[in-house]
């Protein structure tokens, strides 16, 4: 089983700041294999990057995504209001595992 | 507008059966696409529990596999999730979700989710 790994587990920023989310797998995973969600308290997670780099159709262009292999990261170039939430990585090479979440809060 | 709905008992007692129901509207399940369940321990992160193709077969989270059932009923439009033998440790929001699968992986939508609890 790929077991994902979330770096940092809480980051603590002002809005307009650039936050950068670090996903680490523990082997390597395909890049179409790779999607980041976004979570707000009491909603179902939202799809946000799928294809390790790919945009989900009405996403912000202030969200991107890289990487490829063992490290892929989730990259909020300058964060809104709306976008202090908790974000998983989730690969679907092997179990479909998710990665235990990033909390981006307001500093 | 696709849509998810999940539905079955908010409480269940321990060593007894847990059973959901996900209806979904604005596409045919028959169409395509792969079904699944996802759950979320209150405060916690998420896990995959599995997932059932419209022909019925089916990806199961290794974890659970030994307690778990996910059956599809095209006629209906719906799929459901039985998780056996449950204990505390099964106390969720439970989401069904709608898995692509190619040229890439992602689940696109996500029902809003219900709290079951697992409790004498």
Known sequence: EIV????????????????????????????????????KPGQAPRLLIYGASSRATGIPDRFSGSGSGTDFTLTISRLEPEDFAVYYCQQYGSSHTFGPGTKVDIK | QVQLQESGPGLVKPSETLSLTCTV?????????????????????????GSIYHSGSTYYNPSLKSRLTIS????????????????????????????????NWFTDYWGQGTLVTVSS
């Open chain 2, 72 to 103: 599809v009923d095209t006629s209906k439009n719906h799929f459901s999730l039985t998780l056996s033998s449950v204990t505390a440790a099964d106390t969720a929001v439970y989401y069904c979700a709608r898995e692509a699968q190619s040229p």
């Open chain 2, 25 to 49: 509207s604005g596409y045919s399940i028959s169409s395509g696409y792969y079904w699944g369940w996802i759950r979320q321990p209150p405060g916690k992160g998420l896990e995959w529990i």
């Open chain 1, 4 to 39: 994902l790994t979330q770096s940092p587990g809480t980051l603590s920023l002002s809005p307009g700041e650039r936050a950068t989310l670090s996903c680490r797998a523990s082997q390597s995973v395909s890049s179409s294999d790779l999607a980041w969600y976004q979570q």
